[in-house]
């Protein structure tokens, strides 16, 4: 009776992790940069928006260069002053790559909240300034408190955050005044127009058919969501909502979510109630959605939202959620699962002081295509990235080996976290190895995927979860000289009553 054999046909290997971080700077002589933010499936450039001279600046990440000349200037079009004014957002369209379609958020020179499209040129470091079309409008009684982040969501519809209007304490109630979009998170459909709008309304949004809402609205009261972010992995929507007098806070609503909630805002700030302002607030309505978590004014005065961590170099970050505050300079992160809330609360500010310049006046964070991190210095005119304290780079392009792979632009193919051409041997999992039957011996058959002159070692184990190599024994090895084919006959008598067979092959 033929021996039972099961063949492995793959190898597991793990990365050794990271132990410490820290931040560099890599850019400097900026205009109070505002975002960090990247392409889709972009790996080689990030993108820098200047506040006040209406500019979007390029990095290079694989030459570690700022472009003298911006990838898009609309000074003209951009008001020039103001802490939360100027030019507040950039969104690239999902299908960025084939329609060259990219969205901006600006205050126009009369403190109009405007956001509009415009289109690269068939030069990738440039865009065309004259291809502007404007998407929405929204008047804005005051200087501050405009909000203007904007980003894609999952679902591929365009989110804006408007703050209440500005002031203080919502004198005019907007955030919950359901006709206007202040003080809202909006949902809009700009792959489809509905004249006299160049955009249309998800027929899923929240308020849709619902008498006396604007239906461009999501979520409401919200009184200035300065930096939001879709976290790029599950969908969840971190919205870091700037406080009035006590409170900074982050809202988390998890993916698939129906819309339609209300933060709480002019009634709300943090977990407090309110003492100010008419109609009197029920602080207990519940429909209000609290934060995931705030702080108090005693270690700050203003939350600027950050991601949550998903990239490759730095894998005990992963997952961390990232927010700072633009008074203190503070640095913190969180965990956040749903059912269980907040958790692994820290403080990073030691961590992340860099050896050159100082991350103050933190008006945000910025994610590149790989998902690591960055923080904008918006007085000092300095971004710095997030990194581990000893980077892994063996190709010196500085990115570390594992973003490498993970982009694509190296290869690993015995998955020993070492790109292949920094590897002075693979050991390469046979993935086809097969078995048949010739009189009395077993005929093995697989790709020598390391050439005619790479060696192979046929191994054999009792147990599938035996230690391997450890606890595999050699049945044979050699060089099989004959092309990429390889093949050994063993004959049935030499082989256990139950046998598991796996087979590598290694560079010459």
Known sequence: MMKALILLLGLSACAALSLAQTTVRIATGLSRPLLVTHAPGDYDRIFIVEQWTGRVRLYHLDSATLDPVPFLDIDSLVIGSGNERGFLGLAFHPDYQNNRYFYVSYNDNSGTSVIARFTASSDPDSAIASSRLNILTQTQPYSNHNGGCIAFGPDGYLYIGFGDGGSGEDPQNYAQNINSLLGKMLRLDVDTMTPPNNYSIPADNPFVGVPGYREEIW??????????????????????????????????????????????????????????????????????TPPVTSYSHNFGCSISGGYVYRGCAIPELYGAYFYADYCSDQIWSFRWDGASGTSDSLEWTTAFDPPIGTPGSISSFGEDAFGELYICDLSGGEVFKVIPDVLDDCNSNTIADACDIASGFSQDVDHDMIPDECDDCLSIAATDLAASVSGDSLI?????????????????????????????????????????????????????????????????
Do not use: K, M
């Open 219 to 288: 979520a409401v009261g919200v009184r200035n969501p300065w930096r939001w972010s879709f976290d790029r992995l599950t969908g969840d929507l971190y919205i870091a909502d700037v406080g009035q007098y006590d409170w900074e806070e982050v809202n988390v609503e998890p993916a698939g979510d129906a819309g339609g909630r209300n933060y709480g805002w002019r009634c709300l700030e943090g977990f407090s109630c309110t003492t100010w302002g008419q109609p009197a607030c029920n602080c207990n309505d519940p429909g209000f």
């Open 444 to 508: 093995f058959r697989w790709s020598n995927v390391g050439g005619a002159a790479a060696s192979y070692t046929l191994y054999i184990a009792p147990t599938s979860d035996a230690v391997f190599p450890a606890e595999w024994s050699v049945l044979a090895s050699g060089i099989p000289h004959s092309g990429g084919s390889a093949s050994y006959a063993v004959a049935e008598s030499a082989l256990d009553e139950l046998g598991f067979v796996r087979v590598t092959t290694v560079c010459p």
